[in-house]
């Protein structure tokens, strides 16, 4: 995969590149294979109701936790039978991979929406709440004083909605931008085409995030990782805006990935300047014996702010993506509550603006990712000098 630091020179970092998509990949992929495991626990604590005894506001706060949900199988649209009640789904199965006393691979289609219980190498199992348990031939799911399953949870490493919509983002930035660093090479430096909106971005993130707060010196070797993020981020933010039904982002295993990432990025490339600055914050102008009292208090601030920063990043761009489903999701909604002429249009259009929004805090999250972490990648490469020259700029200033 090629993403181009300079568009003047030449093209640079295309094996860098796809190394550091592909490393992204394997992480996020064996860590959004427990995506269905790190699911809010209060879906389990829902009880069995009877068809038909729901009521509207029941059924869209379902319909809402069910889309911010992962699962087993990819499901288009519905539609229920308003003679029988029964719904159909369409959609595609996708490959359940589990491992329990063994390995044990199916399609998601035979457990046909949690209704049927699969039965595989002498052992059953049944979908509960978009989770898989192993139980009896007879689907028996067991529970404790506080309703919640006892049964035994075999390890998941199935192919999930999510899982795929990130296979399919890193396959479409392998091919979309090896297209166009060819299409560059090939017309004189110049971008053709799509390559015309591309370039922009590549320069902005290049000049105003990566040489702005990392260095002119040590930018390039980040610059793999911060666009790959970015477009990585960006991509999967305007998928969960279509009507695929996918909220990747808003799936807190998959921004726990990513925060992991820059934390072990962050921690491996810092120089001695940053761990001294960790492990001795006040520096050489007062003698052990005077701060010592000081450094019980700063060390620790320091050590936990490692751990601080990456979680902040997890958190900021799990709460702000999964909200915006949630807002979206209740504002359609209150089409099907207030069924008038004045109630509908209003919650339409009132729907509409969020979904112009979201459009924007979907480039906006992935700017603002891309932009800490390049700042906490800035932080662990500066020298002592580079930091007394940058103190020295702001004083004049």
Not at 144 to 151: F, L, Q, R, S, V
Not at 238 to 250: E, R
Not at 360 to 388: C, R
Request: proline content about 4%; hydrophobic content about 45%.
């Amino acid at each position: 995969m090629y993403f181009c630091t300079d568009f003047k020179d030449t093209v640079i970092c295309s094996k860098m590149q796809r190394k550091t998509l592909i490393r992204l990949l394997s992480v996020l992929l064996f860590i959004g294979s427990f995506s269905a495991v790190a699911q809010d626990e209060h879906t389990e604590d829902a009880k069995e109701v009877l068809p038909g005894s729901k009521t509207k506001k029941e059924e869209i706060k379902e319909f809402i936790n069910h889309h911010l949900m992962d699962s087993h199988d990819f499901n288009l649209f519905g539609s229920t039978d308003e003679e029988t009640g029964e719904t159909h789904h369409y959609g595609f199965p996708l490959p359940v991979i589990i491992w329990d006393e063994g390995i044990h691979t199916f399609m998601s289609s035979k457990f046909h929406h949690g209704e049927n219980v699969v039965e595989s190498n002498g052992n059953y199992y049944k979908l509960y709440h978009s989770k898989i348990y192993r139980t009896d031939a007879e689907g028996t799911i067991n529970y404790d004083e506080k309703h919640h399953p006892t049964n035994v949870r075999p390890l998941d490493f199935s192919i999930t909605k999510s899982v795929l919509m990130m296979l399919v983002t890193g396959l479409l930035l392998i091919w979309l931008f090896r297209s166009l660093a060819k299409s560059y090479a090939k017309n004189g430096s110049i971008p053709r085409g799509i390559g015309r909106f591309f370039e922009p971005i590549v320069l902005y993130i290049r000049d105003d995030i990566a040489i702005a707060n990392i260095g002119e010196h040590k930018y390039k070797k980040y610059m793999p990782f911060l666009l790959t993020v970015f477009f990585f981020i960006w991509f999967l933010n305007m998928f969960g805006l279509t009507p695929l039904g996918v909220n990747v982002t808003g799936n807190i295993a998959v921004t726990t990935a990513l925060a992991i990432l820059v934390f072990l990025i962050t921690t491996f490339t810092g120089t001695k300047d940053y761990w001294k600055h960790i492990f001795d914050p006040l520096g050489d102008g007062m003698p052990w014996a005077g701060k010592i009292l000081i450094y019980i208090i700063l060390v620790p601030i320091e050590i936990l702010g490692m751990f601080i920063k990456p979680f902040a990043l997890l958190i900021r761009l799990y709460a702000n993506m999964t909200a915006g489903h949630v807002v979206l999701m209740s504002l359609i909604g209150l089409i099907f509550i207030f069924k008038s002429w004045i109630g509908g249009p209003l919650s339409f259009g009132l729907s509409f603006a969020i979904s112009l929004i979201e459009l924007l805090v979907a480039l906006l999250q992935a700017y603002i990712f891309t932009m800490l972490a390049a700042l906490y990648f800035g932080f662990a490469s500066e020298t002592h000098a580079e930091h007394e020259a940058h103190e020295g700029e702001i004083q004049h200033l």
